[in-house]
């Protein structure tokens, strides 16, 4: 009787190992959102290559929109990159400063709070395979607008 107990405990571990590693291999579906709270309003432009217009919205203080969503796999990098390929961003306050992010072989031109990066996102929220992330505009991006 044991030795049963012991195989099933076995059996029920392996098998609940198998299933963690199936998920780790299941591309993930992101989403990507985008809240303003920098107390005014911002128009949104995101670029793709060859100054192709993607999105271009406008979102008043404390709105949010999805901006993108796509499947990326496993080995993917996790930022609005992987599902568009976007490389600039104009952001355009209601004062008429703009803050433009743009990236390009050579990296980022700003490396604060840009839209267009990963680390930038915090996760909203994950289920299963299914990742919610959230990006926020905020007083600080309007204040060093130019």
Known sequence: MKYIIILSSFLCLLSSCEEE??????PLFLKFEIENVSGTSVDVQLFKTNNQLFRLFNLKNSESIIADSGLVDAFSQTY??????LDSAILTFSNGKKLTQTYTNKGFNDTINNILV?????????????????????KEDSLRAK
């Open 21 to 26: 590693e199936d998920s780790k291999m299941k």
């Open 80 to 85: 609005m990159l992987t599902t568009t390929k």
């Open 118 to 138: 990963g680390d930038y996102y915090m996760l909203k929220s994950a289920v299963g395979n299914n990742r919610h992330m959230i990006f926020t505009i905020s």
